[in-house]
């Protein structure tokens, strides 16, 4: 069982930057692929970025690219979404997920969800 706790988010004019973080319980951390995902108001829950178990593969959406940076920390069962020049069509509740199968972009393939965290970003 693994708990996610979501924070960093927050409002910020557009061109600014945000770093969510995602603290997880549980001493088995290392073993997740983790993603970040978001969701707007009335849209489907989409894919962000993804990281495996141990850092060294990431995957990301167009959307996210040369934008965002997912990075993590075993040590400290945290894994992060750097936010750069954010647009307003960023603004969604962020999620990140924790993944017991290959890294994917699938929201099928997560066993485990936080509640996330609401991004606004103004004009």
């Known amino acids: 069982q693994v708990q996610l706790v979501e924070s960093g988010g927050g409002l910020v004019q557009a061109g600014g930057s945000l770093r969510l973080s995602c603290a997880a319980s549980?001493?088995?951390?290392?073993?997740?692929?983790m993603g970040w995902f978001r969701q707007a108001p009335g849209k489907e829950r989409e894919f962000v970025e993804g990281?495996?178990?141990?850092?060294?593969?990431?995957i990301y959406a167009d959307s996210a690219k040369g934008r965002f940076t997912i990075a993590r920390d075993n040590a400290k069962n945290t894994v992060y979404l750097q936010m750069n020049s954010l647009k307003p069509e960023d603004t969604a509740v962020y999620y990140c997920?924790?993944?017991?199968?290959?890294?994917?972009?699938?929201?099928?393939?997560?066993?485990?969800w936080g509640q996330g965290t609401q991004v606004t970003v103004s004009s």
């Open positions: 997920a924790a993944s017991r199968r290959a890294l994917s972009r699938r929201s099928l393939e997560y066993d485990y």
């Open positions: 549980g001493r088995t951390f290392s073993s997740y692929a």
């Open positions: 990281i495996s178990w141990s850092g060294g593969t990431t």
